[in-house]
């Protein structure tokens, strides 16, 4: 049985017709085993004559996160893993490596949700790294199936600037959201620390964030949708949609460790 929720039922805050739909990920009573074997089967896509690089970024103690995100990408009809960036941080040397097509990133840092944009400056001369523009989740991510439409016309969306940064109107908008190579180049090894989980939502939500580093275009505010136990672990979290992005996230708010077992405010 599929779990999926109409728009109406969040209070008609978005467009009539569309739907709130994450296929595998939301199998009632499933919870996934952490697998990575899959990954090696899964294809290279289209060859985009500009092609952008999706990030996710993730931590060694989110697996279930990762591997919710995983299905969900790979329900929408998601085919362009040649362009898809694995940063995890929190192990205990860097390195880069492949699962089949896939590139994974591993970092000793923990900067949360920066941990990704640091990796990208760190590698951003290498062949599996480099691009003109990235699009950037967290593992606490979920897809929508207008994603795929949205992440083959990035390019068109960005245009020819390398500063450009997409990102909602609303400033704290946990860091999702499209960059020019430009922008890596700028932030350069500003988030080259290890923080708590407060020091990086204050990072965001006081000051411009990421926004200083680049030229911004907005797009459509995220749109809250409820509270659900999304990953099974007995906690709701928050469930929110950026629109254009096809991208739901979840937040498990003012608290931490959800996946832990270990809830607790920040």
């Known amino acids: 049985m599929l779990f999926s929720l109409d728009f109406d039922d969040a209070g008609g805050k978005v467009e009539k017709g569309m739907r709130v739909w994450c296929g595998w990920v939301f199998l009632v009573g499933v919870v996934w085993a952490y697998d990575t074997s899959w990954w090696a089967l899964l294809p290279?896509?289209?060859?985009?004559?500009?092609?952008?690089?999706?990030?996710?970024n993730s931590h060694v103690r989110y697996h279930r996160a990762l591997t919710y995100?995983?299905?969900?990408?790979?329900?929408?009809?998601?085919?362009?893993?040649?362009?898809?960036?694995?940063?995890?941080?929190?192990?205990?040397?860097?390195?880069?490596?492949?699962?089949?097509n896939i590139t994974i990133v591993k970092r000793v840092i923990n900067a949360h949700?920066?941990?990704?944009?640091?990796?990208?400056?760190?590698?951003?001369?290498?062949?599996?790294?480099?691009?003109?523009?990235?699009?950037?989740?967290?593992?606490?991510?979920?897809?929508?199936?207008?994603?795929?439409?949205?992440?083959?016309?990035?390019?068109?969306?960005?245009?020819?600037?390398?500063?450009?940064?997409?990102?909602?109107?609303?400033?704290g908008s946990s860091n999702i959201l499209a960059i020019g190579k430009g922008v890596v180049e700028a932030i350069g090894t500003t988030y080259r620390f290890n923080m708590t989980k407060r020091q990086a939502w204050l990072l965001e939500v006081e000051g411009e964030g990421i926004r200083k580093f680049g030229e911004v275009k907005t797009t459509q505010n995220r749109m809250g949708l409820g509270d659900y136990d999304i990953y099974h672990t007995g906690l709701k979290r928050k469930l929110f949609l950026y629109p254009e992005f096809g991208v739901f996230k979840t937040i498990f708010w003012d608290h931490t460790g959800d996946m832990e077992g270990n809830p607790q405010h920040f």
């Open 69 to 100: 995100l995983m299905h969900s990408l790979a329900s929408v009809g998601f085919q362009d893993y040649c362009r898809l960036i694995i940063v995890v941080g929190g192990h205990k040397e860097d390195e880069i490596s492949k699962i089949g």
């Open 44 to 56: 290279c896509g289209s060859n985009l004559p500009i092609q952008p690089k999706l990030v996710i």
């Open 113 to 171: 949700d920066y941990t990704g944009f640091d990796t990208l400056y760190l590698y951003r001369s290498h062949p599996d790294i480099e691009a003109p523009y990235y699009f950037y989740v967290h593992d606490t991510c979920l897809f929508h199936p207008s994603f795929v439409s949205f992440f083959s016309a990035l390019p068109n969306r960005m245009g020819s600037n390398p500063q450009t940064i997409l990102y909602p109107e609303e400033k």
